[in-house]
T-cell receptor, first 116, second 116 residues
Framework: DAGVTQSPTHLIKTRGQQVTLRCSPK?????VSWYQQALGQGPQFIFQ???????QRGNFPDRFSGHQFPNYSSELNVNALLLGDSALYLC???????????????FGAGSRLTVL | AQSVTQLGSHVSVSEGALVLLRCNYS??????LFWYVQYPNQGLQLLLK??????LVKGINGFEAEFKKSETSFHLTKPSAHMSDAAEYFC??????????????FGTGTRLLVSP
């Protein structure tokens, strides 16, 4: 059973460019969340998608946007890249279960973005 | 706002020694608490979670954690360290909302070093 897959694994961009990262959730999962992990830091929540709509958003500027497709896969887009956007971007998927307690997130290995 | 504090960015133990990784949370009500492990170039793997059942939670790979409300702590322990335990460990918290949408707030992580 494939878990969460992310692509690309590594990429290098320059300031001002735009980037798109992709995520395929674990089979059976319907919710996708994105986290940014800067070097030496813990992951920070960017946003979460369910039924193709953004459901929650962390403290990130509008340059960060996303999308979820009917097959539950997701994209993270970052416009006007800054040096500070260099980080590991983690995708996590889960199955939404209302009222059943803490839903377990399954994380992918991440996409490492370097902005020069 | 919820937060977690992990004391010690690095912890060094000898193989066979007790592992103790500290985590304190800040929340107005007892939250859900998690410990994740991250190996190099990999995503996050769930070790264990606390959701208000037993306060002593057993996880994978011999790890366990105890929820102490009076101390607002959720420290991770393992009786005997193994070389394969060397990794980055993250404590995380989420609120008890019943919407089925999970948003995690992570600590800054503790790197566990295991020497022969």
């Amino acid at each position: 059973d494939a878990g969460v897959t992310q692509s690309p694994t590594h990429l290098i961009k320059t300031r001002g460019q735009q980037v798109t990262l992709r995520c395929s959730p674990k089979s059976g999962h319907d919710t996708v969340s994105w986290y940014q992990q800067a070097l030496g830091q813990g992951p920070q929540f960017i946003f979460q998608y369910y039924e193709e709509e953004e459901r929650q958003r962390g403290n990130f500027p509008d340059r960060f946007s996303g999308h979820q497709f009917p097959n539950y896969s997701s994209e993270l887009n970052v416009n006007a890249l800054l040096l500070g956007d260099s980080a590991l971007y983690l995708c996590a998927s889960s199955l939404r279960q209302v009222g059943s307690g803490a839903n377990v997130l399954t994380f992918g290995a991440g996409s490492r973005l370097t902005v020069l | 706002a919820q937060s977690v504090t992990q004391l010690g960015s690095h912890v060094s133990v000898s193989e066979g020694a007790l592992v103790l990784l500290r985590c304190n949370y800040s929340s107005s009500v007892p939250p859900y608490l998690f410990w994740y492990v991250q190996y190099p170039n990999q995503g996050l793997q769930l070790l264990l979670k606390y959701t208000s059942a037993a306060t002593l939670v057993k996880g994978i790979n011999g790890f366990e954690a105890e929820f102490k409300k009076s101390e607002t702590s959720f420290h991770l322990t393992k009786p005997s360290a193994h070389m394969s335990d060397a990794a980055e460990y993250f404590c995380a918290v989420s609120d008890r909302g019943n919407t089925g949408f999970q948003k995690l707030v992570f600590g800054t992580g503790t790197r566990l070093l295991v020497s022969p």
